[in-house]
């Protein structure tokens, strides 16, 4: 009998070391897990927590440099949340909360008026409990930081940091840096607007170029052969049509390369209706750089330069050679003519604030202020000129530039 119920006892036995087997596999599998995690990802807490943050400051950043709106707010607030580790974070414009991110939502119609007296005076502040007071035995709210966010001209909003406990010095310093880093994003988002603002009124310069010195040569050369060649004035006319219809369009800050071109020669197919055989234009233009992404009107005047100023006051025939070559990562463009040229000390002088000529090369210094905007200083123009040797105006383009997309 004692045999048998030693027996029956081996099941019970071997059910207690599979269990002890079990767990010390799954402490083996953790271990693994942790060391593998801490040489194959980072070595330490503080790399983690550092990786952590940076992580989410670049995924609040984007939105942000667009404004601060209603839309902008509530896709970053998850990760300013995060920046600060609170259990919840409004972000309010100077009227009204934007977004609620965490816990107590029930707060959100009162925040206003906890955080107006930061508003109006540009001062962080602590809310402590009974100024939180929400008639709710159970909130767990029990504080929150109000940190304005300040730009240039004045302010435009709060961060609130809401805690389960009385404020601290550190949530109040983090909150702080938030709010900065906030109104930095913000300010470059203006800064971004005022770009546009500017490139728009700089095309605008241009297109006010084109209307005076173009558009009424252009319709006394079609008038010429309405009579004699009407075939040849329709096809002019539409050529013309399609030109300004580009030329004055109202979208996009960039095209291809090979729009630009293709307007560059409905204007030498007017051009040439006006000046005949004396104006001859070669292209020379590698197609791999065709879909490349430049400047709306950036060769045009360019061209227009060319014709107006090196082949108008030339007798007999003048050439215009226009070449786009591939080198790599960047487009080299060259636009080349064999007209009068000019004094190189003359063309730096000829601005609209010194010369009464300057308005006549005003496309020039326009397209260099756009290049050099757009890609920076190293791609401005190249001017090679000089009395009776012609001139060629040089630029290169960089194939892909962060922010530039043909539109």
């Known amino acids: 009998m004692a045999t048998a119920a030693a027996l029956g006892d081996y099941p019970r036995v071997e059910t207690a070391l599979v269990g002890i087997g079990l767990v010390l596999v799954a402490a083996s599998l953790l271990w693994a897990v942790v060391r593998y995690r801490s040489t194959h990802g980072f ?6 927590l550092t990786f952590d943050a940076l992580h989410a400051a670049s995924q609040a950043a984007p939105p942000l440099r667009l404004g601060l709106t209603e839309a902008s707010a509530g896709k970053s607030i998850r990760y300013l949340r995060q920046l600060l580790g609170t ?27 906890v955080a107006a007296d930061s508003l109006d005076s540009a001062r962080p502040a ?17 504080g929150a930081v109000i940190a304005p966010v300040t730009l240039e001209d004045g302010v435009a909003g709060a961060l609130v940091a809401f805690t389960w406990h009385e404020p601290g010095a550190g949530l109040v310093r983090a909150t702080l840096e938030t709010a900065r880093w906030v109104g930095t994003q913000l300010e470059l988002a203006e800064l971004d607007q005022s770009r546009a603002r500017v490139a728009r009124a700089e095309i605008r310069a241009l297109r006010a170029q084109i209307s005076p010195h173009f558009i009424y040569n252009a319709l006394g050369a079609i008038g010429s052969f309405i009579r004699t060649d009407p075939d040849r004035a329709r096809e002019l006319l ?23 071109l293709g307007n560059i020669e409905r204007y030498l197919l007017i051009e040439r209706a006006r000046f005949g055989e004396r104006l001859q ?10 879909p490349v992404a430049v400047p709306f009107l950036t060769l045009q005047p360019l061209v227009e330069n060319a014709v107006r100023h090196g082949l108008a006051g030339k007798p007999g025939i003048g050439t215009i050679s226009i070449q786009a070559q591939d080198a790599g990562a960047q487009c080299l463009i060259t636009v080349e003519d064999d007209g009068v040229g000019m004094d190189p000390a003359r063309l730096r002088d000829l601005t609209p604030e010194n010369s009464s000529d300057g308005r006549e090369h005003v496309g020039l210094g326009n397209v260099d202020d756009r290049l050099r905007s757009v890609f920076g200083d190293d791609y401005g123009l190249v001017v090679e000129t000089a009395p009776g040797a012609g001139t060629k105006v040089s630029l290169r383009i960089p194939k892909f530039h962060a922010g530039v997309r043909a539109g």
Do not use: N
């Not at 259990?87 to 008026?113: C, F, N, Q, Y």
């Not at 602590?126 to 029990?142: F, H």
């Open 238 to 260: 539409l050529e013309f049509a399609e030109f300004t219809r580009y030329s004055f369009r109202q979208y996009g800050e960039f095209t291809t390369l090979a729009e630009e």
């Open 43 to 48: 070595s330490s807490t503080e790399q983690r």
């Open 126 to 142: 602590v809310a402590k409990a009974d100024e939180l007071a929400c008639g709710q035995p159970d909130c767990p709210i029990r």
């Open 87 to 113: 259990p919840a974070l409004a972000i309010t414009s100077v009227h009204e909360v934007l977004a609620w991110e965490g816990i107590g939502t029930h707060h959100r119609d009162t925040i206003m008026k």
């Open 281 to 290: 234009v070669t292209l020379r233009i590698a197609p791999e750089v065709l």
